[in-house]
């Protein structure tokens, strides 16, 4: 059997992060490995680098296009017009996002909000998108910085914003909700349940074969943009603390983009246990592996996540997790099976709770078999897998066949079949909400 001469494209809706790293882009990394399988994918994003976009510090009136390859992945950068008015960075390029998005039938948006498919709801189109979090808990942190003009824009963009928000999730075709934290927040905002909207969690599978034996060195680790305050590092700071102090050869080690300079010597005057602590920045994946491997315990201490993925690989590697109830992690953390809930900025409730893994050699490596268990039996690859193909059959019907041509023409390769049937052309779709897909040929 041939493979097909020909595969579909799939524009692929996202936003691009300045740091480069982060759980949209991870998310952003498997869709893109995903659709690759099935289809010719290409990743849009809005752009705000001065080159392209427009500004009026600069006196610059329009924004252009780009092309680049991304980590990879084939993608094009729409230049935004007036970076300062959040509601309007699609609506002012809406004709440019129709240009640019001719000739795919097929739409998937992938971010940390809803807000990236807003030029779908613009076009009309029928598109399915992963999504983490409301857009008032990914920024609640970072609004509490803002100053001056800054806030006052925040606050007269915030209603439009919401409007915004509420649109995109009643007339998305299918939700992939990345935790039962988000589930309910998105139903909360539409004010009823939502049809077509399903949980999917992170594809993620064992790290390790054999289980370890538990390690004899305390060795804590927190994963995460440290530079964002949503990921709470004063809480982190004061819980290690009261954890070295019970257990004085205690490390720890903050992986991630690090705080400020400022913060990190207000820590160093303000900490004993501060000598015990590295920052290590952001690490390669294997430096990250090794740190993974070494490791007793992770705490998460953030305001809000709407996953965590950090947590499942830390699950992935056997590491239990004290974490604090802010959305997302509860899907993983279980009460006394792979770790522990903290109210959020309860930092002697998470040391406590730290320190009884921490010296509980037996509960430990219950904990550790469980972690592993749990992202066997809920998070296997094959099984997100089945998920994305059964959102997105939902949302163009003429998929169902392809996807079964291509998993058979697949099957059949990895195991040496010698059919050899004609050739299968790619199905077509028009993706219009007005019409339905055509059933493939």
């Known amino acids: 059997m041939k493979l097909p001469t020909q595969k579909p494209k799939i524009a692929i809706l996202s936003i691009r992060n300045t740091y480069d790293y982060g759980g949209v882009l991870t998310s952003l990394k498997i869709i893109y490995k995903f659709c690759s399988t099935y289809f010719e994918p290409t990743v849009f994003f809005l752009g705000f680098d001065k080159e392209i976009a427009a500004s009026l510090r600069s006196f610059k009136f329009v924004s252009t296009t780009q092309p680049l390859t991304y980590f990879g992945m084939n993608c094009i950068e729409i230049g935004a017009r007036w970076a300062f008015w959040e509601p309007g960075h699609y609506k002012f390029t809406s004709a440019e996002w129709k240009k640019q998005l001719e000739g795919f039938d097929y739409f998937f948006a992938v971010s940390g909000t809803c807000i990236a498919a807003h030029p779908l709801i613009q076009l009309d189109k029928n598109f399915a998108m992963w999504v983490s979090t409301p857009y008032d808990d990914d920024r609640s942190e970072r609004v509490k910085k803002l100053t001056g003009v800054y806030s006052l824009l925040d606050k007269i963009a915030s209603p439009f914003m919401h409007r915004i928000e509420k649109?995109?999730?009643?007339?998305?075709?299918?939700?992939?909700?990345?935790?039962?934290?988000?589930?309910?927040?998105?139903?909360?905002?539409?004010?009823?349940?939502?049809?077509?909207?399903?949980?999917?969690?992170?594809?993620?599978?064992?790290?390790?074969?054999?289980?370890?034996?538990?390690?004899?060195?305390?060795?804590?680790?927190?994963?995460?943009?440290?530079?964002?305050?949503?990921?709470?590092?004063?809480?982190?700071?004061?819980?290690?603390?009261?954890?070295?102090?019970?257990?004085?050869?205690?490390?720890?080690?903050?992986?991630?983009?690090?705080?400020?300079?400022?913060?990190?010597?207000?820590?160093?005057?303000?900490?004993?246990?501060?000598?015990?602590?590295?920052?290590?920045?952001?690490?390669?994946?294997?430096?990250?592996?090794?740190?993974?491997?070494?490791?007793?315990?992770?705490?998460?201490?953030?305001?809000?996540?709407?996953?965590?993925?950090?947590?499942?690989?830390?699950?992935?590697?056997?590491?239990?997790?004290?974490?604090?109830?802010?959305g997302g992690p509860r899907d993983y953390v279980i009460e006394n099976h792979t770790g522990y809930l903290a109210s959020i900025d309860n930092d002697t409730c998470m040391a406590q709770k730290a320190i009884k893994i921490l010296k509980n050699p037996e509960l430990h490596a219950k904990m550790m078999r469980n972690a592993v268990q749990f992202i066997a039996e809920n998070l296997a690859t094959e099984k997100i897998h089945s998920i994305f193909k059964h959102g997105l059959t939902t949302t163009y019907p003429s998929l169902e066949s392809w996807f079964a041509t291509c998993d058979q023409q697949m099957s059949q390769k990895i195991h040496g079949a010698q059919k050899d049937p004609d050739a299968q052309t790619y199905p077509q779709s028009k993706s219009q909400k007005t019409t339905s897909p055509e059933q493939s040929v």
Do not use: W
Request: charge should be positive.
């Open 167 to 326: 649109k995109v999730l009643a007339r998305s075709t299918f939700i992939f909700a990345l935790s039962n934290y988000s589930k309910v927040q998105f139903e909360r905002i539409l004010g009823k349940p939502r049809q077509n909207m399903v949980l999917c969690g992170f594809p993620m599978d064992p790290k390790i074969k054999e289980l370890r034996t538990p390690p004899t060195e305390h060795v804590i680790i927190a994963v995460g943009r440290f530079s964002d305050p949503r990921k709470n590092i004063d809480m982190l700071m004061r819980a290690f603390e009261r954890i070295f102090t019970t257990l004085p050869s205690s490390k720890l080690y903050v992986i991630g983009q690090k705080p400020s300079d400022e913060k990190l010597r207000s820590c160093a005057q303000q900490y004993k246990s501060f000598k015990s602590i590295t920052f290590t920045g952001q690490v390669s994946q294997a430096d990250l592996n090794k740190l993974y491997r070494n490791a007793s315990l992770m705490l998460i201490t953030s305001h809000q996540e709407g996953l965590g993925i950090v947590g499942l690989e830390a699950l992935s590697h056997g590491i239990p997790i004290v974490a604090t109830n802010c």
